[in-house]
């Protein structure tokens, strides 16, 4: 069954970094790409940053320069590292991967910043 599972949430001060994991138990996971999106309270989930699979990478342009998403296909996890966190980054951060028809999502995880 495909799992993915999120974790490294939590609450930081304004300024503050986060480094978010996602496992995936998916076969032949390298060829997915993968991705985090967030979801604030009262707003349409967005894309944060996605991978694909020859390395290449886009973000979001509110938070270029300040995250950085990465994969380690030999583990099957994917990583978001947030630094310079603001408030405006406040949401629930959602794992995904994706090749072709197929979607799956993890459950999410909470990032709050304080100011």
């Known amino acids: 069954q495909v799992q993915l599972v999120e974790s490294g949430g939590g609450l930081v001060k304004s300024g503050g970094s986060l480094r978010l994991s996602c496992a995936a138990s998916?076969?032949?996971?390298?060829?997915?790409?993968t991705g985090w999106h967030r979801q604030a309270p009262g707003k349409q989930r967005e894309l944060v940053a996605y991978?694909?699979?020859?390395?290449?990478?886009t973000y979001a342009d509110s938070v270029k320069g300040r995250f950085t998403i990465s994969r380690d296909n030999a583990e099957n996890k994917v990583y978001l590292e947030m630094n310079n966190l603001e408030p405006e980054d406040t949401a629930v951060y959602y794992c995904?991967?994706?090749?072709?028809?197929?979607?799956?999502w993890g459950q999410g995880t909470q990032v709050t910043v304080s100011s």
């Open positions: 998916i076969r032949d996971f390298s060829i997915y790409a």
């Open positions: 995904g991967a994706t090749f072709g028809p197929l979607n799956y």
């Open positions: 991978i694909i699979r020859g390395g290449s990478t």
